[in-house]
């Protein structure tokens, strides 16, 4: 079951299974007549596919670069991409203490909080949905420094931390297309992350899907790393590592719930990783402490985070047991309706008065609505493709509607980047284009899997593993285009791949 023949299977199977079922999902997306073929559009994909071919053909020019001048050359391409965030940012800004979203909630108690206000405004929301404490209090750490130094707690802080994340996430795309590809790889990834558009819109928007996408992108970067330098590490640097990806995958997970699937996708990869069973039994001891470490790590952040939460004086939660809303919540109301969020549902998990009551609630809930679809084929199968749409069609992730939530000007960039802007379908058009090109790399990396051509492929593998995983869970959760985004760093190297990835194993330098 564990032999080289059986796991170059599974790996093809892994392939097969993430082909077949993202395209088959973008198909019924086209049959739904919701694809939106227009000439702009398709004039788009054309002059993204000629430049991705110019591209590819000039890249490896790169590796003829003395290290001074490449330094030069990537290192400007980094200030350009931070400043254009930046410029972003302050003409996108937004007051979101006055949102009509979460992240009033969140803004608004973390500037309370940095104030010296207890309880804040807000105290008892978190007792209803904690699931975006950790966005708060990190907030609040900022806030509380600069409020003591400054008095300060405008907007233009929140925006900046921000930027800054959305700047690393892009930066460890960089990096792990670096590992796999040299320089080539670095260039490329970095010219995807220049003309990725939910990097600029989405930076006035201060949220967990924002402030996670670096923690994810950062472990699967850390992972990736680890593993093409375990031979070259001393034992104490592999438990170092083991740990640190602990801590960072455990900050992911306490940051969005689908960071939870990188546990899982670690997992698959290596069961499947060649030479993986047979090194195993050699150092077993060895392996046994490394993943005692990353479980140590991960155990660290998360309990003690919890206890920091609980124990920490600013937040009550003296109300938590009758105000809770269950995890399974969500799970309800992902199998119901059209699968997105819906008011009715947290009318019906709130009218409990206690926990257990709720969770009874919710779980009677969720049996009826499975005994409903699978006594209705037609019906599961049209939510979990109308699921699907929501959650994989939008190449924006919904950054443009989340744009003019509570900006403090209205300014030329709106006009681009809100939903309601005058050229906001010219921007639509373009994104959409860059994400199908994406999706295109994708699909190619699947086909190079499952003809086992492996040049660059263990850490593709390793994306498609991740994206079938949130696949899986989105198709129970509840449906949001958002909630991807977070992973969006498996698409960009896909898209790498595509543009960076030699035809022979030479690497390049990095």
Not at 67 to 93: C, E, I, K, M, Y
Not at 437 to 443: D, K, P, R, V
């Amino acid at each position: 079951m564990t032999g080289p023949n059986v796991q170059a299977g599974l790996r093809r199977a892994v392939w097969l299974l993430f082909l077949a079922a993202f395209a088959c999902i973008f198909l019924v997306i086209g049959l739904r007549g919701h694809l939106n073929l227009s000439v702009r559009r398709l004039a788009f994909c054309a002059l993204l596919a000629a430049g991705a071919f110019g591209l590819r053909r000039f890249l490896p020019l790169v590796n003829r670069l003395s290290p001074g001048r490449w330094r030069a050359v990537f290192g400007g391409g980094l200030v350009l991409l931070l400043a254009l965030q930046l410029g972003s940012g302050f003409l996108l800004l937004q007051d979101l203490t006055t949102s009509p979203f979460d992240t009033e909630a969140v803004l608004r108690t973390a500037t309370e909080l940095a104030q010296g206000i207890v309880p804040a405004s807000y105290n008892d929301y978190f007792s209803s949905v904690d699931s975006n404490v950790l966005c708060m209090f990190v907030l609040y750490w900022m806030y509380r420094p600069v409020y003591l130094l400054t008095g300060a707690t405008g907007p233009a802080w929140a925006m900046g931390l921000n930027v800054l994340c959305l700047f690393l996430a892009a930066v460890c795309v960089c990096g792990a297309a670096g590992l796999l590809w040299g320089r080539r790889g670095k260039a490329a990834a970095l010219v995807l992350c220049l003309v990725f558009l939910p990097y600029y819109i989405f930076t006035a928007f201060v949220y967990t899907d924002t402030m996670a996408a670096p923690l994810v992108a950062g472990s699967l970067w850390a992972f990736l790393a680890l593993e093409a330098r375990w031979g070259r590490l001393s034992q104490k640097a592999r438990l170092l590592g083991c740990a640190g990806l602990g801590i960072l995958v455990g900050a992911a997970f306490l940051m969005k719930g689908n960071a939870l699937l990188l546990y899982p996708a670690f997992a698959v990869y290596l069961a499947l990783r060649p030479g993986f069973w047979t090194g195993l039994r050699r150092i077993w001891r060895s392996a046994v402490a490394t993943l005692l470490l990353f479980c140590l790590g991960s155990a660290a952040v998360i309990f003690g985070f919890n206890a920091y939460k609980w124990n920490c004086g600013l937040l009550d939660f003296s109300l938590y047991d009758s105000m809770h809303t269950p995890t399974t919540h969500w799970i309800m109301m992902g199998l119901e309706n059209d699968g997105a969020f819906n008011s009715e549902s947290f009318t019906y998990t709130g009218r409990y008065p206690a926990i257990e009551e709720k969770k009874a609630a919710i779980r009677a809930r969720i049996r009826t609505n499975l005994e409903h679809l699978f006594s209705s084929p037609q019906s599961l199968a049209w939510l979990f493709f109308t699921k699907a749409e929501t959650d994989w069609s939008d190449g924006l992730y919904t950054a443009p509607q989340m744009v003019n939530l509570a900006p403090v000007h209205r300014t030329w960039l709106h006009e681009w980047f809100s939903v309601d802007g005058t050229h906001a379908d010219l921007t639509a058009d373009f994104g959409q284009a860059v994400y199908w090109l994406l999706w295109a790399a994708g699909f190619a990396a699947a086909a190079r899997g499952i003809l086992n051509r492996r040049t660059g492929d263990h850490g593709l593998f390793f994306c498609a593993i991740c994206l079938l995983g949130n696949l899986a869970f989105l198709t129970l959760w509840e449906a949001n285009a958002r909630y991807p985004f977070c992973y969006s760093c498996c698409l960009l190297l896909f898209g790498a791949a595509l543009l960076a990835a030699p035809r022979g194993e030479d690497r390049g330098t990095s």
